[in-house]
């Protein structure tokens, strides 16, 4: 488990959460509480005040373990009031109680199971393989073993359902789920959503629905297929809706494709600097190279660590045609999802 505190608290209480969560032995964060779901997922406890609560009431956050709520002498009662509706564990009164709060934060120390990882995939241009690299790594983590969520957040794509030969298998499309009402239970999620096999289940549009996806919804079945224990694999595209924002936010992982190419690699740039960095963010590259750029000159100039490589192959396009891609653990794009997983579960044992 993460030793990070969160604090989401005015510089009036700062210093007492501080104090206290050195006690317990966190290492101390801050963050807007408007814009924070990032660490809200990952720190090993949160401790808010009511000014944070009543912003966090209206980004309604993921529900946690792990929150506490401070106030001073003369707090509202409103505040206890809003604490319990976010899920908090307990409210102190500070510096009167700085003690209670030692003692609830060092017993939140204590190991707990740890919510499934969650992997983007992001294009660094069009064409650079997302969702075809995306539908091999959710095949790959299933026969692993353990439950895979696949979610399909790509605006302009055509579906993972028809990538996998799943168009027709009967289940619930993001236009039959609503996630603005609050959370979604995951073995619920898990059983009504289509799926291939046992452990693989795909989040997608139905055929031909066009319309824009809701950040909402998108996260609230993210969070409830990590709460079951299911990893998750994203494709987000290019990332450049509120609802993929959401996933990079969410992910302990975010492998960037692109080509070994010119343009791949002004694209890709261009991307980045988009992303502002967020995040974890890793390479893969996808060859060949028409002008005969190596892998390393291509992930020094976009300028983040390289993960893998693959190259293309005709006969993938033709095995979606023929029933759906299933891809093969010695191929190269079946090497680079073991190398992206290995990856990925390396990380997130660290912050367990």
């Known amino acids: 488990m993460t030793d990070v505190l969160l604090a989401l608290t005015g510089p009036v209480l700062y210093d007492d959460v501080a104090r206290c969560g050195a006690a317990a032995g966190y290492r101390i964060a801050r963050a807007d509480p408007a814009r924070c779901r990032h660490e809200w997922l990952r ?35 409103g505040t206890w009031r809003d604490g319990l509706a976010l899920g908090a564990q307990g409210g102190y009164v500070l510096p009167e109680e700085e003690s209670q709060l030692v003692a609830a934060l060092s017993g939140l120390r204590r190991p707990r199971r740890t919510a499934a990882p969650v992997l983007a995939v992001v294009g660094g241009h ?15 983590a299933s026969r692993r073993g353990g439950g895979v969520l696949l979610l399909d957040v790509e605006p302009g794509g055509a579906g993972l359902d028809l990538l996998l030969g799943a168009e027709e298998v009967p289940g619930l499309r993001w236009n039959d789920i609503t996630g603005e009402t609050g959370s979604i239970a995951g073995p619920a999620l898990s059983a009504a959503l289509p799926g291939i096999g046992d452990r693989l289940r ?49 992910a302990d992982l975010t492998v960037v494709v692109t080509a070994a190419s010119v343009p791949g690699v002004a694209a890709t740039r261009k991307l980045l600097a988009r992303l502002g960095g967020r995040g974890d963010l890793r390479l893969v590259v996808r060859g060949p190279a028409p002008g005969g750029l190596s892998v390393e000159q291509v992930a020094d100039a976009v300028g983040i660590p390289l993960l893998a490589t693959l190259r293309t192959r005709r ?6 045609e023929e029933g759906g891609l299933r891809p093969v653990a010695r191929s190269p794009e079946g090497r680079a999802a073991a190398t992206v997983l290995e990856a990925l579960q390396a990380l997130h044992r660290v912050r367990r």
Do not use: H, K, Q, Y
């Open 202 to 250: 795909i989040a997608t549009r139905a055929r031909g629905d066009g319309s824009a996806l809701s950040a909402e919804t998108v996260l609230a079945v993210l969070d409830a297929a990590r709460s079951n224990g299911e990893l998750v694999v994203a494709d987000l595209g290019r990332a450049t809706d509120p609802a993929a924002s959401g996933v990079l936010d969410s």
């Open 315 to 320: 006969s993938l396009a033709r095995r979606c």
């Open 126 to 140: 069009g064409g650079a393989g997302v969702s075809t690299f995306a539908a091999v790594l959710a095949e790959t």
């Open 43 to 77: 720190a090993g406890a949160v401790v808010v005040d009511g000014r944070a609560l009543e912003t966090l009431t209206g980004t309604a956050p993921p529900p946690r373990a792990g929150v506490l709520v401070v106030a001073g002498p003369e707090a509202a009662a």
